[in-house]
């Protein structure tokens, strides 16, 4: 299962960097799968944050544009989210995921709260 972490309570204005480890029965053949990042708020659907392919090229909501980035290192099997600029309508659960073909695999999430 994908791991999670790094959640936790911010200011706005503040940052806040997630990571993602991948599972040992994918290990061999991560760079193989497009990572993702998305989040849940109460009462919502889970929306996209963004995507990194395997080739490195990212993709995000509008949402978040130019406050986030996303990264992965490929020797240590894991992918990171960076927030900055958060805003409360940040919060909320942040999963990610690895997709390849129609296949896609997620992990429990870390909650990111951004206080006022």
């Known amino acids: 299962q994908l791991q999670a972490s790094g959640g936790g309570v911010v200011q706005s204005g503040g940052s806040l960097r997630l990571s993602c480890v991948a599972p040992r029965t994918i290990f061999s053949e991560f760079t193989t799968y497009e990572m993702g990042w998305y989040r849940q708020a109460p009462g919502t659907q889970r929306e996209l944050v963004g995507t990194?392919?395997?080739?490195?090229?990212?993709n995000f909501a509008d949402s978040v544009k130019g406050r986030f980035s996303i990264s992965r290192n490929n020797s240590r099997k894991t992918v990171l989210l960076q927030m900055n600029s958060l805003k409360p309508g940040d919060t909320a659960i942040y999963y990610c995921s690895a997709k390849r073909g129609l296949d896609t695999s997620w992990g429990q999430g870390t909650l990111v709260t951004v206080s006022s």
């Open positions: 990194i392919t395997t080739s490195g090229s990212t």
